[in-house]
């Protein structure tokens, strides 16, 4: 069932930084990332950070705080942790469940050799996109 949220936007949509949830820089991405990326306020997740949050719709301001609807839920491993991601704003057409789940198997592949060259172990893999 889809459920209502706050997410704080950490990088906005076409954009190559990625920033931890107090703005440092986390990473530099060599493709830009197509959607709005943030967190949902108030949660955390199995790796101490807040639960990552997919906005789908217009391009948002780096820390614009927007109240929205999560329909979704990506299934992400990141270094052997479960590391979920809210897709949220609207309910994902086929288009856009096919950008989100294109996007993140991409993404499993860049994030498991920056882990690797940061000296985590684990697992890091896309495992799949679930209705909430």
Known sequence: MP????V???????????????GAVDFVSPLPTPFNYGSVVGTISA??????????????AR????KVTAYAEVDF?????????????RPPSLVDR??????????ALF???????RGATGETRYRGMRRL
């Open 77 to 89: 491993l990141d270094a052997g942790l479960r590391d979920p991601k809210r897709i949220c704003g």
């Open 47 to 60: 790796d101490g950070d807040p639960l990552d949050a997919v906005v789908l719709g217009p391009r948002l």
């Open 111 to 117: 994030k498991r050799a920056l882990n690797r060259a």
């Open 3 to 6: 459920e209502p949220c706050e």
């Open 63 to 66: 820390g614009a705080r927007v």
């Open 8 to 22: 704080v936007i950490e990088v906005p949509a076409w954009t190559f930084v990625k920033r931890t949830p107090e």
């Open 98 to 107: 096919a950008r989100v789940v294109a996007f993140f198997r991409v993404y």
